[in-house]
């Protein structure tokens, strides 16, 4: 800290040696500030505030049925935008500025500054706007608030008619264009129907169909089984002789018809002889050998009913009724093999449709889907249009909002600008750092040792010695005086400013 105020002293006494071409040079700047202050144009401001009402009966009644924009974020965008090149080349014509204009560039000049000069001030929620503008003539300022107002107004209405127009422009082209997606999904749609009639009647049911052609099957097949059962039943008993002759054997009618000759002779014969008798033994030993025919007859007829039963059919030993019940079971499993044969080639079919059935209903419900929402968006393109065109009709019926002039425009009596009052004191404080500033640059352009240790440590050389400087009495009222002079002229510099800021004080107050 010691040594900050060690440097802050050297350099203090280093910018005194220079003090007055310091005061030289706050005189200097002082008085060309004040002239320039009091050269400046005075400026008039012109303003007006208009009000706008954003709140219509008919917004209530039509809800639901038109699009209602923001119409406080449309005007207040319209605040933000309403300074624009386009706009700003308008005013020009509209207020006549452009009369005393000879060149391109000066009337690039003018657009410019008309840009930079026009303010737009909102008020907040209260939809409250102030459209100002500067100008040392207070004619024209006016003339420029007035058709700036004018520009705010048609702007609003301009832009929401183009809005409105190119609304509907869009959305008729996006409805010629789904009406045209809508045409050829319903083409293809139609096309897709056409080419599978029978695949489109089991779209969803294809697995109770199959499901049911199965069980049609298994109930035929269980049917054949039954009935060849009754079938092998009714030929068992065609080849066991059940029906012919009740017991176990196959009748021989040739054969049977001589044995039971043959027992009533040996029935008449015993009567008459004994056992004894040479014609009742030649008449058993006849019996026994047509018998034991008989038995190789029926064994050999037996074989030839278990390898081909119908071979039986034809023969004198099977009945008429067996021969048909076995005909009737024939037919019978017959017709229900060809029931079973018709059931096997539906149930194949349907298993193949099963199997393209996955692909057939994916297109379907792609085509579908795409239709759906091809006619989705067009139906909701449609009320959109319909709905855009309503509320067009509702703004040019309404407008945006209802613009309401509160203060026509009117320029101050006064000027507003510059401030002059405030510019003053600022141009002596810094005409008094200049003249600091000053100082300092001189004492560092030119430097000055004024201890003995500030010396040493610039040379790096050591010091012998110092010589001590006695003060008299006439070099200390020699800096009095200086410092007195010093005073006077920092003073009287302030004093300029200070007359100067009275005169316009008055002077503003006798215009008010």
Not at 5 to 27: D, E, I, N, S, T
Not at 288 to 312: C, D, H, M, S, Y
Not at 333 to 355: F, G, H, I, N, T
Not at 378 to 398: F, I, K
Request: proline share 3%; aromatic share 4%.
């Amino acid at each position: 800290m010691d040594e900050l105020l060690r440097h802050a002293k050297l350099l203090l006494r280093g910018m005194w040696l220079y003090r007055r071409l310091g005061v030289l040079a706050a005189w200097m700047v002082g008085v060309i500030a004040a002239l320039v202050i009091l050269m400046i144009p005075d400026k008039y401001e012109a303003s007006a505030r208009i009000y706008v009402d954003t709140d219509s009966v008919l917004r209530p009644l039509m809800a639901g049925l038109a699009v209602q924009p923001n119409a406080e974020q449309q005007i207040a965008v319209l605040s933000r935008t309403l300074i624009s090149r386009p706009n700003m080349e308008r005013l020009v014509r509209m207020a006549d500025l452009d009369l005393k204009v000879s060149s391109k560039d000066d009337r690039e000049a003018l657009i410019d500054s008309l840009t930079k000069t026009l303010s737009i001030r909102s008020a907040g929620r209260d939809n409250l706007y102030t459209l100002s503008f500067r100008d040392p003539d207070p004619a024209r300022a006016t003339k420029v608030v007035q058709s700036l107002t004018t520009l705010f107004v048609e702007s609003s209405l301009g832009d929401k008619q183009k809005d409105g127009d190119s609304a509907r422009k869009f959305i008729d082209e996006q409805i010629k264009i789904y009406e045209k997606k809508l045409a050829d999904a319903e083409a293809r749609l139609k096309t897709f129907k056409l080419q599978n009639l029978d695949a489109q009647f089991g779209i969803g049911e294809g697995g109770g169909r199959f499901n049911e052609m199965a069980t049609q099957l298994s109930q035929a097949r269980l049917q054949l089984r039954e009935a060849e059962n009754a079938r092998d039943a009714v030929k068992r008993q065609i080849v066991g002789g059940d029906a012919a002759t009740g017991g176990g054997d196959i009748g021989v009618p040739e054969l049977d018809g001589r044995i039971d000759t043959m027992k009533r002779n040996l029935d008449k014969l015993l009567q008459t002889y004994t056992e004894q008798h040479p014609d009742v033994m030649g008449t058993r030993r006849m019996i026994k050998e047509l018998e034991e025919q008989r038995r190789v007859e029926a064994a050999e007829r037996r074989r030839i009913g278990a390898t081909n039963p119908a071979a039986l059919l034809g023969s004198d030993s099977v009945s008429l009724t067996m021969r048909t019940q076995l005909s009737s079971a024939e037919a019978q499993v017959a017709s229900l093999r060809a029931r079973v044969a018709e059931y096997e080639r539906r149930v194949a079919q349907a298993k193949d449709s099963m199997r393209l059935m996955p692909e057939v209903e994916a297109e379907y419900a792609q085509l579908n889907r795409d239709y759906a929402v091809n006619k989705k968006n067009y139906e909701n393109l449609v009320e959109r249009r319909e709905s855009a065109m309503m509320s067009s009709d509702m703004g040019a019926l309404g407008g945006v909002a209802d613009f309401r002039l509160i203060d026509p425009p009117r320029a101050s009596s006064t000027p507003v600008a510059p401030n002059r009052m405030l510019l003053l004191p600022l141009a002596l404080l810094g005409s008094l750092l200049v003249g600091l500033l000053v100082c300092l640059l001189a004492s560092q352009v030119r430097p000055t040792f004024s201890d003995a240790r500030a010396l040493r440590e610039f040379t790096g050389l050591p010091l012998l010695g110092t010589v001590s400087l006695i003060v008299s009495d006439e070099m200390r009222q020699s800096r009095r005086k200086s410092l007195l002079k010093l005073g006077a002229a920092t003073s009287a510099l302030a004093a300029v400013y200070g007359i100067e800021m009275l005169v316009l004080f008055l002077l503003g107050a006798r215009a008010a």
